[in-house]
């Protein structure tokens, strides 16, 4: 797009998620979402390298400061942000609409981290921030085809981003939300970092998205955690411990076939060479480091959601009345490049 690659999500809440605030990965409970006030197109990292290109989700420690550029990480986002954190795909899979079926193994993360570069470039054009990451020519070199372009058009709500109207190379995006200041974006469902196409658009349907507490991403998969949604219905002991086991089931298949998925990716590779012969068994040595600390990871956090859940079914709260939120300040900008 004008503002370079931009995440483009089909999940009704990713207008506000994948485009303000940050993320953090909570290892009791998993993935949050940090509310912020600055939109981005994609506040991500970005690596590349050994055919592989990486992104992962920016932690409350990395601020945008206009005219300095990011703040807190220092540009060294590899010290702010774990291996388990990246999403890594082959060139040539960039501008797949699919892209998630696509990304590699999260165990071999240890190693394209060591393989790729940072290549994370942000800047401000005519007042908006641009993502200048990845090289869209070098894109199209791999691919063999061009990069589609689109323009973004902006929404005045979410309840805009039906996409009716719009010509096929126009993005609805919310770029401008009075409501930001009343905290009204703190109520949206935390979700965790989904791997859907940055580039596919699938139309906004709210209805036929169950709001979720927790979402994760394994692999492509997406496995939904339900705390307790914003409905009538409230599950009871029974229903949560059902759908424990199933969850559970789930994640031992989502383990298993990730198993698979890295026992091919090191199947093609047959080094000859001794010295690569040494780093292949170190690499792999890692990765199964990575794999039983991963899965370990996992199981806890499915553990506590769950008795979390428990908890809250045997001893509800009381409802709390919300104060109304008083009205936004005006900003007055001193500088034209200020937010």
């Known amino acids: 797009t004008e503002d370079g690659w931009t995440w483009d999500s089909s999940e009704p809440f990713g207008w506000a998620t994948f485009h303000y605030g940050r993320w953090l990965d909570d290892p009791q409970i998993g993935w949050v979402w940090v509310p912020g006030t600055v939109w981005g197109p994609a506040w991500v990292a970005w690596r590349s390298g050994g055919g592989h290109i990486g992104w992962?989700?920016?932690?409350?420690?990395?601020?945008?400061?206009?005219?300095?550029?990011?703040?807190?990480?220092?540009?060294?986002?590899?010290?702010?942000?774990?291996?388990?954190?990246?999403?890594?795909?082959?060139?040539?899979?960039?501008?797949?609409?699919?892209?998630?079926?696509?990304?590699?193994?999260?165990?071999?993360?240890?190693?394209?981290?060591?393989?790729?570069?940072?290549?994370?470039?942000?800047?401000?054009?005519?007042?908006?921030?641009?993502?200048?990451?990845?090289?869209?020519?070098?894109?199209?070199?791999v691919t063999h085809q061009p990069v589609p372009r689109y323009n973004i058009v902006d929404q005045a709500s979410p309840e805009d981003l039906n996409g009716r109207g719009l010509q096929a190379h126009e993005l609805p995006m919310v770029r401008h939300v009075p409501a930001l200041e009343t905290g009204a974006i703190g109520h949206t469902p935390a979700v965790g970092p989904a791997v859907t196409g940055a580039v596919h658009r699938e139309p906004f349907a709210s209805t036929t998205v169950t709001p979720a507490a927790g979402r994760e991403a394994y692999g492509g998969r997406m496995t939904t955690y339900t705390t307790q949604p914003t409905a009538a219905h409230v599950e009871s002991v029974t229903e949560i411990n059902r759908r424990y086991r199933a969850e559970r089931q789930a994640l031992a298949a989502h383990q298993a076939e990730q198993t698979l998925r890295l026992e091919h990716e090191r199947g093609t590779v047959a080094p000859v060479n001794p010295a690569k012969v040494q780093l292949e068994r170190t690499n792999d040595l890692a990765e199964q480091r990575a794999v039983a600390q991963e899965r370990k990871r996992e199981a806890t956090i499915l553990a506590n959601r769950h008795k979390l859940a428990l908890e809250q079914a045997r001893h509800p709260k009381p409802a709390v009345e919300r104060k109304k939120a008083p009205p936004p300040k005006r900003l007055v900008r001193e500088h034209p490049n200020q937010n």
């Open 56 to 141: 992962a989700p920016l932690p409350p420690s990395v601020r945008w400061q206009v005219g300095v550029g990011f703040a807190g990480g220092g540009g060294n986002f590899a010290a702010v942000i774990a291996p388990t954190h990246w999403c890594f795909v082959e060139d040539r899979y960039m501008t797949a609409p699919a892209i998630q079926a696509y990304v590699a193994p999260r165990a071999r993360n240890v190693t394209y981290v060591n393989v790729t570069n940072n290549i994370t470039n942000y800047t401000v054009i005519r007042d908006r921030i641009v993502d200048r990451s990845v090289d869209v020519r070098q894109v199209e070199r």
